[in-house]
């Protein structure tokens, strides 16, 4: 099984910006327990981070292939990626939306996703355990088709 975990602007930042929103782990710590739990589901995972909406784009696009399934953060972007959207629209690779922080409970603005809709699911409000928690349903539902 090929999980890409997809991760969107800013995430880069983690542990050092607004840690009272976004917790104290960095995304290579992140990344080191997404690695670490996939093991144990069998997985293989290929990592990606961009601050650029055209990238991310652009590794959706290459996820039919590459990957059986995805988690994605899309930070930002969520809530205004029409682009990004319809990149995940166009490959119907089967995916989980997560967020660190529980956006429906942020600014009006950062409580609707564009993507939502598309995802098998939605993980939001556990910090850097979103990750974890994505993993294992996205895993459980790969396994079970």
């Not at 009272?20 to 995972?45: F, K, Q």
């Not at 696009?61 to 629209?89: K, V």
């Not at 939502?116 to 996205?138: E, H, I, N, P, R």
Request: charged letters at 20%; zero cysteines.
């Amino acid at each position: 099984m090929r999980i890409a975990v997809l991760n969107g602007p800013n995430l880069n930042l983690l542990g050092q910006r607004e840690p009272e929103v976004y917790g104290r782990t960095t995304l290579a710590e992140i990344e080191g327990m997404v690695r670490e739990a996939a093991r144990a589901h069998g997985a293989e995972i290929e990592w990606f981070q961009s601050n650029h909406e055209g990238a991310l784009v652009d590794a959706v696009q290459a996820l039919p292939g590459r990957a059986d399934g995805a988690l994605i953060n899309a930070a930002a972007l969520t809530h205004s990626s029409l682009a990004l959207r319809d990149a995940l629209l166009a490959v119907r690779v089967p995916f989980v939306e997560l967020h660190l922080s529980n956006i429906f409970a942020r600014e009006p603005e950062r409580r609707h996703s564009m993507i939502a809709d598309l995802a098998l699911g939605m993980v939001t409000g556990f910090g850097a355990q979103s990750y974890l928690l994505a993993l294992q349903a996205l895993a459980g539902r790969l396994r079970a088709v």
